[in-house]
């Protein structure tokens, strides 16, 4: 049956700032609330597209908005054919450059349109890019921030507990590597050795200091360590990587799968976690997994969720879906988890519907 062709008519965007449930402590941020552009893609044919965007900073909505309805002003009255749009947005953008907030505004039409069309066809998007809405590998990534290191323990459980979790990620980056290794050992002693416990030290290190850490964190039974320094420094990366046997995770940084492409060339990881309102959305990630696949290198996803675990369901190399429950609160149904793993919802497109009542809780000013 052939699909309905859709035709964009127009955008509709709204901010909201959500409290977490725990507070996101790292070395180089605190986040207690969450930044999100709501994007509502709307279609002549009655079908709305949604996505949101996490802005990281209070203000990052507001960025990011104007460019969001630009797109839409350069593309109203076309069809809904996301790679050709996708081109056309980058191009009509060029002069603002193809990476950071430009990317950013790019990838999340490009998450509304791909929700359309999978509405459009009444499949999942998983389905629909030729996959399945099988249960997706997940890890709680919704607390162990910088907290004292023997607050840690009841938190871990709980993170485990939440969803039957197999894995949990752990922020570290305190002043002294002893109360970084303080810090491991706890959880540790909490969990046991049948949950995975990988490291996120938020690229708050220097390279010399990321090496001397990564060596000590050989002997602790850690699962992977996660952006050591800053993300676009390649060379000190890879020297990370060939000094230190703990695998070295990085990718939510990747602005597109350039970028991603250039790490790999360069060695500067052993796995990769591409995050999609960075990589290029749908369109940006399944290149990115195309390469991924080539190298043969694991692939993770970096928050979002929702859009992602339809994602990891087509990628050759998925490794670890990272849960976030960051937008529960203004979603009309959350993402599941059972026993560890995400359930795909088995409904038309992604799955992301408004609480209409509480977007209007924790709506601000764009």
């Given at each position: 049956?052939?699909?309905p062709?859709?035709?964009?008519?127009?955008?509709?965007l709204?901010?909201?700032?959500?409290p977490?449930?725990r507070?996101?402590?790292?070395?180089v941020?605190?986040?207690?609330?969450?930044?999100?552009l709501?994007?509502d893609?709307?279609?002549?044919?009655?079908?709305?597209g949604?996505?949101?965007?996490?802005?990281?900073?209070?203000?990052?909505?507001?960025?990011?908005?104007?460019?969001?309805?630009?797109?839409?002003?350069?593309?109203?009255?076309?069809?809904?054919?996301?790679?050709?749009?996708?081109?056309?947005?980058r191009?009509?953008?060029?002069?603002?450059?193809?990476?950071?907030l430009?990317?950013?505004?790019?990838?999340?039409f490009?998450?509304?349109c791909?929700?359309?069309?999978?509405?459009?066809?009444?499949?999942?998007?998983?389905?629909?890019?030729?996959?399945?809405?099988?249960?997706?590998?997940?890890?709680?990534?919704?607390?162990?921030?910088?907290?004292?290191?023997?607050?840690?323990?009841?938190?871990?459980?709980?993170?485990?507990?939440?969803?039957?979790?197999?894995?949990?990620?752990?922020?570290l980056?305190?002043?002294?590597?002893?109360?970084d290794?303080?810090?491991?050992?706890?959880?540790?002693?909490?969990?046991?050795?049948?949950?995975l416990?990988?490291?996120?030290?938020?690229?708050?290190?220097?390279?010399?200091e990321?090496v001397?850490?990564?060596?000590?964190l050989?002997?602790e039974?850690?699962?992977?360590i996660?952006?050591?320094?800053?993300?676009?420094?390649?060379?000190?990366?890879?020297?990370?990587?060939?000094?230190?046997?703990?695998?070295?995770?990085?990718?939510?940084?990747?602005?597109?799968?350039?970028?991603?492409?250039?790490?790999?060339?360069?060695?500067?990881c052993?796995?990769?976690?591409?995050?999609?309102?960075?990589?290029?959305?749908?369109?940006?990630?399944?290149?990115?997994?195309?390469?991924?696949?080539?190298?043969?290198?694991r692939m993770?996803?970096?928050?979002?969720?929702?859009?992602?675990?339809?994602l990891m369901a087509?990628t050759?190399?998925?490794?670890?879906?990272?849960?976030?429950d960051?937008?529960?609160?203004?979603?009309?149904?959350?993402?599941?988890?059972?026993?560890?793993?995400?359930?795909?919802?088995?409904?038309?497109?992604?799955?992301?519907?408004?609480?209409?009542?509480?977007?209007?809780?924790?709506?601000?000013?764009?």
């Amino acid at each position: 049956m052939a699909q309905p062709t859709l035709t964009l008519k127009d955008i509709k965007l709204r901010a909201v700032s959500v409290p977490l449930r725990r507070p996101l402590v790292t070395r180089v941020v605190t986040i207690e609330r969450a930044p999100l552009l709501l994007i509502d893609l709307e279609t002549e044919q009655g079908i709305t597209g949604r996505a949101y965007l996490f802005g990281y900073l209070p203000q990052g909505p507001v960025y990011m908005a104007p460019l969001l309805c630009g797109i839409a002003d350069m593309c109203r009255g076309d069809a809904l054919a996301p790679v050709d749009l996708f081109a056309k947005a980058r191009k009509g953008l060029t002069l603002m450059g193809h990476e950071g907030l430009s990317l950013l505004a790019i990838s999340g039409f490009d998450m509304a349109c791909w929700d359309a069309l999978a509405q459009a066809a009444g499949q999942p998007l998983a389905v629909m890019l030729g996959g399945t809405t099988d249960p997706i590998p997940a890890y709680n990534s919704n607390g162990l921030g910088l907290m004292d290191p023997s607050a840690l323990a009841d938190e871990a459980l709980a993170l485990i507990d939440e969803g039957g979790f197999k894995m949990i990620k752990l922020r570290l980056g305190r002043e002294r590597l002893a109360d970084d290794i303080a810090a491991v050992r706890n959880v540790r002693a909490a969990i046991g050795d049948d949950v995975l416990l990988p490291v996120d030290f938020n690229q708050g290190l220097d390279v010399e200091e990321a090496v001397r850490r990564g060596r000590a964190l050989d002997d602790e039974g850690i699962y992977w360590i996660e952006e050591p320094i800053v993300y676009d420094d390649l060379i000190g990366n890879a020297r990370i990587t060939a000094e230190v046997a703990t695998p070295i995770q990085v990718g939510e940084n990747f602005y597109g799968p350039k970028d991603m492409a250039r790490s790999l060339e360069a060695g500067a990881c052993d796995w990769v976690m591409p995050d999609a309102e960075r990589i290029g959305g749908v369109t940006g990630w399944l290149r990115a997994a195309a390469l991924a696949e080539t190298a043969g290198i694991r692939m993770s996803s970096h928050i979002l969720p929702e859009v992602s675990a339809h994602l990891m369901a087509v990628t050759p190399t998925a490794h670890w879906l990272e849960y976030v429950d960051w937008a529960n609160p203004i979603l009309a149904e959350s993402l599941k988890i059972e026993n560890g793993h995400a359930l795909l919802p088995n409904v038309p497109g992604t799955g992301i519907s408004w609480n209409e009542a509480a977007v209007e809780k924790y709506q601000v000013d764009l």
